[in-house]
């Protein structure tokens, strides 16, 4: 199921972009416009803010972005075994690389694991696939930092997303 939006997210101009909301599984599980000032409506935690006031909201959980519409990410590098000792020479270009994500609004949190496994970084995307760069060009998977990185899809709940 494709559904088609328009306006702003999180103060970014989306333009019109598509989402594929993935098999048609009813109208309970689809994409859906709705009146955000109806206040017997759960407040959605994934919607784009249409033409008119009207939020595009999905229910379905699969769903990704095509077209230039941003999902959530999570990369989890974990440490290799020389991680201590090369960490405090890498981390200037680390945070350069993630600052260039910050600046443009993809970053929503990064930061290390307190007991040395690693770290963890959650952000938005428009595909997998841009997160894969985006991590292999980081300066801690090519300086061997990171032995092994994860990248998984994420769902915020909380706290809920006020646009």
Do not use: N
């Amino acid at each position: 199921m494709l559904a088609a939006i328009a306006g702003r997210h999180r103060g970014h101009e989306l333009g019109l972009h598509t989402i594929d909301c993935g098999p048609d599984l009813g109208a309970e599980d689809g994409p859906e416009l709705i009146d955000p000032a109806d206040e017997s409506l759960d407040r959605p935690q994934s919607f784009f803010t249409g033409h008119g006031g009207l939020v595009l909201r999905t229910i379905h959980r699969g769903w990704t972005a095509t077209g230039g519409a941003h999902v959530l990410f999570v990369i989890i590098g974990h440490d290799g075994p020389h991680a201590k000792e090369l960490r405090p020479k890498l981390r200037p270009d680390h945070l350069a690389h993630l600052g260039e994500q910050d600046r443009v609004g993809k970053i929503r949190l990064a930061g290390p694991f307190t007991d040395g496994a690693g770290s963890l970084i959650v952000l938005e995307a428009e595909s997998e696939s841009a997160v894969r760069e985006i991590a292999d060009a980081d300066p801690y998977v090519r300086g061997g930092v990171f032995e092994s990185v994860e990248i998984h899809p994420f769902k915020q709940v909380l706290p809920a997303d006020e646009g």
